[in-house]
């Protein structure tokens, strides 16, 4: 394909494809904003996913929720304990000196309070001594028995959330980091749509694959999906095996590409493209994910990314992550007459080139 398939009458560098803005169906950190309207059963659905729901919560949310579940316990049980107390009698009584014939079911329970105060003191084990059941009062053992069944089921479900949620995939996905702009440049007289990702944490990751799809609504209101693959350097499996240093991924733009007709200057189709990144956790095993999109004000067409590799004063690789969301234009003819040459010395790691191992910012040898 030549570069006539994306150039404009004129020689100027381009900004973004188009200027009018557009509600995304992806966010830039991979969050859907669909709205889910009508759903019956929705409630239902919720109840039934109770778990899911907490490891989607925010932490504040689930701080919240954890909070009032204790609260309520003990409300219930201090209910219960006050009501055992009011039917046995036991709160109008002297406690310290009760009729020979009365057997008193809870000690001390003489309100409200005291009957929240046991049940906080019951679940937590607490025991300062004051208030206690009476092994002589079958009712108050049963209460004991469950408010300490259901109080142990509370906690461990709650323990089990707390651990689940901190040691999910999730959170290292995080660490992975999109460019926030594609660019559409030209290498070998051949255009290529790029974008990098970056790993921020020292911590490798493995087996990194990448999948996309475009997403463009038809005119009866559909949202029609065409995969668009992505790859990286000359590596030619599906999986990159060692995610460290920030990687560049080309999809050809040939005449077959679903991107060919989008990416004309004169084009003013609206579309998406929502890019999927998953990889291994070193350490772990675990499989973490992480999405973005672009839109068409998000490629910029004839730019290139600034070089983010670097040597330091004793040889050591260097990424500067300062310039990971910069991009330089370049003119279209030069684009067009511009092509590597390749030297002895060229070095070329993953997009980013070098000469005598010192990476040049233009990442073209004259």
């Known amino acids: 394909m030549t570069t006539d398939m994306i150039e404009s009458n004129n020689t100027k560098s381009s900004a973004p494809l188009l200027t009018q803005r557009y509600l995304r169906m992806v966010t830039k950190d991979g969050h859907s904003t669909f709205q889910m309207d009508g759903a019956q059963g929705k409630g239902l659905a919720y109840l039934r996913d109770a778990w899911g729901i907490l490891m989607d919560m925010r932490w504040r949310w689930m701080m919240l929720v954890f909070s009032a579940s204790f609260v309520i316990h003990w409300l219930v049980f201090a209910v219960l304990w006050y009501l055992l107390a009011e039917m046995n009698g036991d709160l109008e009584l002297d406690h310290d000196a009760p009729p020979d014939n009365h ?10 309070t005291a ?17 206690f059941p009476s092994g002589d009062c079958p009712s108050a053992i049963a209460l004991l028995a469950i408010q300490m069944v259901l109080g142990l089921m509370l906690e461990a479900f709650i323990t089990g959330a707390f651990v689940a949620k901190i040691a999910r995939p999730k959170n290292r996905a995080f660490s992975i980091r999109f460019t926030r702009s594609a660019v559409v440049t030209h290498t070998e007289e051949k255009p290529y749509l790029m974008f990098q990702v970056a790993n921020t944490r020292s911590s490798p990751l493995t087996s990194v694959q990448i999948s996309a799809i475009l997403y463009q609504e038809q ?16 590596v030619t499996s599906d999986e990159c095996p060692f995610f460290i240093f920030p990687l560049t991924y080309y999809h050809s733009i040939t005449p077959s590409s679903p991107l060919a007709a989008l990416l004309q200057r004169e084009a003013t189709h609206h579309f998406e493209l929502v890019v999927f990144l998953s990889a291994v956790q070193e350490g ?8 973005t999109s672009y839109l068409p004000s998000e490629i910029m067409l004839y730019h ?10 004793k040889g050591e690789y260097q990424i500067k992550m300062e310039n990971f969301d910069k991009t330089i234009p370049e003119l279209p003819a ?33």
Do not use: W
């Open 219 to 234: 005119e009866n209101g559909q949202l029609h999906q065409t995969s668009v693959d992505f790859h990286l350097d000359s």
């Open 334 to 366: 030069a684009a067009d007459s511009k092509s590597p040459k390749r030297t002895d010395k060229e070095i070329r790691i993953n997009g980013q080139h070098a000469d005598s191992f010192q990476l040049s910012e233009t990442g073209l040898t004259e």
């Open 284 to 291: 772990t095993g675990e499989t973490c994910q992480r999405r």
């Open 115 to 131: 009957a929240f105060s046991f049940s906080l003191e019951t679940q937590l084990t607490i025991g300062y001594g004051t208030m």
């Open 304 to 313: 290139r990314f600034a070089s983010v590799l670097a040597r330091n004063a």
């Open 103 to 112: 057997t008193i079911c809870i000690k001390y329970i003489t309100s409200f």
